[in-house]
Nanobody, 125 residues
Framework: HVQLVESGGGSVQAGGSLRLSCAAS????????MAWFRQSPGKEREAVAA???????AYTDSVKGRFTLLHTRANNTLDLQMNTLKPEDSAVYYC????????????????????WGQGTQVTVS
């Protein structure tokens, strides 16, 4: 049973930083793709960043240079370090993982991901 649990959300002023963490259990990292998505009220769920089994990462243009994925194999966590936050970064952030036969080929498509966390709120003012 795959479970993803996010933590680390909160409120911060523009220009500040937050670090989100996703703890994965019942999941074999090396065979899959993991990602962070976000969704704000009235908007579609948006892909933020993804990491492939060989640690190749990809970021959406709006967060490049500000956000960084950090994967820790020892405890199977995927962190999202967010710096220089902007009000438009405010959203509920979700951790996601593909199924056993999934890949990062279409990482910006939420339908590619079979497993989701419950989400954590990030508010930037």
């Amino acid at each position: 049973h795959v479970q993803l649990v996010e933590s680390g959300g909160g409120s911060v002023q523009a220009g500040g930083s937050l670090r989100l963490s996703c703890a994965a259990s019942g999941y074999t990292y090396n065979r899959n793709c993991m990602a962070w998505f976000r969704q704000s009220p009235g908007k579609e769920r948006e892909a933020v960043a993804a990491i492939r089994r060989d640690d190749l990462t990809a970021y959406t243009d709006s967060v490049k240079g500000r956000f960084t994925l950090l994967h820790t194999r020892a405890n199977n966590t995927l962190d999202l370090q967010m710096n220089t936050l902007k009000p438009e970064d405010s959203a509920v952030y979700y951790c996601a993982a593909t199924g056993d036969d999934g890949s990062c080929r279409d990482w910006q498509n939420p339908r590619e991901f079979s497993y989701w966390g419950q989400g954590t709120q990030v508010t930037v003012s």
